[in-house]
């Protein structure tokens, strides 16, 4: 009895040790509690455009503290490289850590204070990521959807709002971190140590093998979708770039033999089939993601530099038309969503439309002949496994969480007053020019509905770059072949080559009817029943047909009417600039205005042709960010699917749905209807 006494004091002191040194733990990182009203964020003195703000505010707009951070921790199984890696990489020729505040702000991602959930103080919208055992650096829902803008010295933070976020720079500058740190010795030999003093690697060897293929995945990445048209700030070609991921992972075996004994493709310098099978050995039908890694990297070996394009030019298409970051409040609630109204919201659309958000930043996707029964080769006909890092239960619990979310309304504290009276005459021209299309919806309503107004390019005006990809862009369907897919007019039989917008549809579909690979077996099939049934019965969006202006599928097109852009309600529009859906305007008096056209009189308004994007100071009298005096990117309107043309409704350019063209109104006309916009 008394050994056992003095065992259990043994253990309670034990325990007492190990809770006191999680206490000090705790303490020395300092954690923000998750009840801070600035919800983690960070401060900044200024940057690199000059910005500066001591103060976060944020607004109303149904969410709590927890709300926000729930948001901007919740994994959705995005693996864009190892954890430890982003943790501890330096910037090339610098011993400065990549991920410091003051390089992810750069790139315009939001800096983050530790919280409890948010302990190593990532940026908004960056969170670690775990997927069969391993840790990686992923991204949230927020990283692309939470905005800010700055107005003396105070920081709005916009829930829901439009990121300024250049993705594309990030990538291409992980990339060559990668490359610089494992071609520089010391560089190197300091990565590696930090690697291993982290605990997840075994070995040098193990740190080197990752390190060569995430720089080589991130690489080919980079490659594949490089557009003729830089993206800079505020935007992104994300269906360009979600189509080229679905269309490298449905690429199979059998078609990689046949492309690589393309003249088209290798010319006169073909492949032995000796060559070909040393290229293409140890793969099955359908190639891994692992595999994947090892084809390209001696494909790159192989083959010449033209060659290689040639086969990228045939294997993917250009991600070249960048558009804005859509801002979400109302998103559950609309009936049709993206700018070219490509989703439907009703029944499993919107888990669908979240997978193939997931798909395009780096889900993990270990598609490969079916070595175990699921939903998706049972219902689907196909002896594929969809198997994949995309988390559905949380996309569904994300996507219940946008429920709440309320668009924010003007700050008259800190952006000024509204002028009421002004305002009250610019809702009569709202209602003359600006209705018929653009709704008004009690925010705060539970049960409210968002009708996506629909208008065919040719009317609207607007650059057509995005809706034609939308239509045009074809793929190779590999391991889809002779699958069926319903389009709406009816199902089409997928050839060799397919539209991209259709593999997207059934390779989602494939992936949310694969129950989580990871899961205990129960556990599995017990989410999966789950999470899809809330999604589809709890879903209050239900079927319905397009309203609008615009070219209804067919038969013949069952992809027509995607030649349209979409037009919601404006609640909240004056936080979300730049505008339309390309971002070619900078602020919301610039779109009331005319583009300038050959013969136009030189000193009339007109949209800017060229202005900086990058701050995050508000103009509170244009109503936008700041577009010149620094040093940002430089928005060219002349390049391709930059256009700053169309939706000239208040210019006197752009008829109306009924026909009729509208005279152009006066600046004082166009202030009121400014003033009215603020209310919204």
Not at 413 to 425: H, K, M, Q, T
Not at 575 to 582: E, I, M, R, V, W
């Amino acid at each position: 009895m008394k050994q056992y006494f003095i065992s259990s004091e043994k253990q309670f002191l034990f325990y007492i040790s190990i809770a006191f040194s999680l206490i000090t733990s705790l303490s020395a990182c300092k954690l923000i509690p998750e009840t801070d009203p600035d919800r983690g964020a960070a401060t900044i003195e200024q940057d690199q455009f000059g910005d500066s703000y001591t103060t976060i505010k944020y607004l109303e707009q149904g969410w709590d503290i927890a709300d926000s951070l729930w948001f901007y921790t919740t994994t959705q199984g995005s693996n864009l490289m190892p954890y430890d890696f982003f943790m501890v990489l330096e910037r090339p020729g610098e011993s400065t850590l990549f991920r410091s505040d003051e390089n992810m702000n750069f790139y315009r991602y939001l800096p983050q204070k530790a919280t409890s959930s948010n302990p190593d103080a990532l940026p908004v919208g960056w969170v670690k990521d775990n997927y069969k055992g391993k840790e990686y650096i992923g991204l949230t829902c927020a990283a692309c959807h939470t905005g800010q803008i700055n107005y003396n010295g105070i920081g709005i933070r916009i829930d829901g709002g439009p990121a300024s976020a250049d993705m594309e720079e990030i990538m291409k500058s992980f990339a060559s971190a990668l490359k610089y740190t494992f071609e520089n010795e010391e560089v190197r030999n300091r990565f590696v140590k930090n690697v291993l003093a982290k605990g997840n690697y075994k070995s040098e060897a193990e740190v080197l093998a990752d390190m060569e293929k995430f720089e080589l995945r991130l690489t080919n990445y980079n490659i594949i979708n490089r557009s003729p048209t830089p993206y800079g700030y505020a935007r992104l070609d994300a269906f360009g770039r979600i189509y080229n991921r679905v269309l490298e992972h449905l690429i199979n075996e059998r078609e990689l033999r046949e492309l690589l004994r393309d003249r088209k493709i290798m010319r006169n310098d073909e492949l032995t089939e000796e060559e070909l099978n040393s290229i293409l050995k140890d793969l099955d039908k359908v190639l891994t993601s692992d595999q994947r890694d090892h084809v390209f990297e001696r494909l790159s070996k192989t083959l010449t530099k033209w060659q290689l394009g040639r086969l990228r030019k045939e294997l993917f298409n250009p991600a070249d038309a960048p558009v804005s970051y859509p801002f979400l409040w109302d998103i559950p609630q609309h009936d049709y969503v993206q700018w070219n109204g490509l989703a439907a919201n009703a029944g499993l659309g919107a888990v669908g439309r979240n997978t193939g958000e997931v798909i395009g930043v780096f889900a993990t996707l270990d598609w490969q002949e079916g070595k175990r029964t699921t939903l998706s080769n049972i219902i689907g006909g196909t002896d594929i496994d969809f198997s994949s890092s995309v988390n559905v239960h949380n996309l569904r619990k994300i996507e219940s969480h946008l429920q709440k979310l309320q668009s924010p309304l003007w700050p008259e504290d800190i952006l000024g007053p509204i002028d009421r009276e002004r305002a009250f005459r610019g809702e009569s021209i709202f209602n003359k020019y600006c209705v018929s299309c653009h709704a008004r919806i009690e925010r705060t309503d539970p049960e409210r509905r968002v009708v996506a107004h629909m208008s065919k390019v040719s009317a609207v005006g607007t650059d057509p770059r995005m809706a034609e990809n939308s239509i045009h862009a074809q793929g190779f369907s590999g391991i889809l072949r002779n699958q069926y897919v319903g389009l709406g007019v009816g199902d089409i039989l997928l050839d060799r080559k397919a539209p991209v917008s259709a593999l997207l549809t059934k390779a989602t579909l494939n992936v949310v009817a694969t129950p989580d690979s990871v899961k205990w077996f129960f556990q599995r099939w017990a989410d999966w029943i789950v999470d899809l049934a809330k999604a589809f019965f709890h879903n209050e969006i239900k079927p319905s047909i397009k309203q609008g202006n615009y070219d209804p599928d067919t038969t013949a097109n069952p992809v027509a009417s995607l030649n349209a852009y979409k037009a919601r309600s404006l609640n909240g529009i004056w936080a979300t600039a730049p505008y339309l859906h390309n971002g070619s305007v900078p602020t919301l008096y610039d779109l009331l205005l005319p583009k300038k056209r050959d013969g136009d009189p030189e000193d009339g308004e007109y949209r800017p042709d060229q202005f900086e994007v990058g701050s995050r100071e508000f103009d509170p009298v244009k109503v936008g960010l700041k577009s010149s005096g620094y040093q940002g990117f430089t928005f060219d309107t002349s390049l391709r699917a930059n256009s700053n043309a169309g939706h000239e409704y208040a210019s006197g350019k752009t008829a109306q749905l009924n026909g009729k063209v509208l005279r152009p109104l006066t600046r004082e006309e166009r202030l009121d209807l400014l003033e009215y916009l603020k209310t919204l």
